[in-house]
């Protein structure tokens, strides 16, 4: 009787491992196929050019410092930011609302549009203070 219960033991250890394995592949095929998915939408944005061709404009390092310093003491591009993300959240939540309400949708896009340009707006104020501030110490 002993013999037997190790065996279906030793079975059970198989199956487990069997099905650790498989799960390991599939999980690796998934990661594969959004990878790949991932490099045909960045190629189809970005075109032929490759991301070792694009390279992304940055600030030099003091102006990023200075800026992240502004954004922590502006409370009102924060709370303007958060209005931006509050109305995005509109725009989901009547959108995807049963029925559909075309133009209870358009008015929260376009509530959120005004937000975000508000929000940008406020933003590069904030950039333009910070460029010429540097630029004065110069």
């Known amino acids: 009787m002993s013999e037997h219960v190790a065996k279906h033991r030793r079975s059970w250890g198989r199956m487990a491992l069997i099905a650790v394995l498989g799960l390991s592949l599939l999980g690796n095929a998934m990661t594969f196929g959004v990878i790949w998915r991932f490099q045909q939408v960045r190629g189809s944005v970005m075109g032929d050019a490759g991301p ?11 102006i990023r410092k200075a800026l992240r310093a502004g954004f922590v003491a502006d409370e009102a591009l924060q709370q303007s930011l958060r209005e931006a993300i509050e109305a995005r959240r509109a725009v989901v939540a009547v959108s995807t609302e049963e029925p559909f309400d075309k133009a209870a949708t358009e008015a929260a896009m376009a509530e959120f549009r005004a937000r975000f340009i508000a929000s940008v707006d406020e933003l590069q104020d ?7 501030a540097e630029a004065a110490k110069d």
């Open 52 to 62: 070792e061709t694009v390279k992304v404009p940055t600030f030099p390092r003091e």
């Open 126 to 132: 904030l950039v333009l203070e910070v460029i010429e």
